[in-house]
């Protein structure tokens, strides 16, 4: 027979302050809602892509405008561009659902 003194500490206590990890799916991430995008922005973009030598409906397309708008700031029209602003504003309301 083996001493008491040898025998190892055999414990039954529970321990309560460890949290069971939980298992499962992760909570899902509340996508950002789209902002208006800027009009001087997209002006800018519209005439970078425009220098790349892409047409008029692809860059309406890609950018999400109406073919009017881009078109307004390819012709620098002073008649046509003086309410380009307002409408671009409008439309990004639409696009939006604002």
Do not use: C
Request: charged fraction near 40%.
């Amino acid at each position: 027979m083996v001493p008491d003194e040898k025998l190892p500490e055999i414990s039954v206590e529970k321990k309560v302050s460890e949290e069971p990890k939980r298992v499962g799916r992760p909570r899902a991430v509340k996508p950002e809602e789209p902002k208006p995008r800027k009009w001087e922005d997209v002006a800018k973009e519209i005439q970078k892509l425009r220098k790349v030598g892409m047409s008029v409906p692809r860059i309406a397309e890609k950018l999400e405008l109406t073919y009017g708008i881009v078109n307004q700031i390819m012709l620098r029209s002073y008649k046509m561009t003086a309410n380009t602003k307002k409408v671009f504003e409008r439309h990004e309301a639409k696009r939006l659902g604002l």
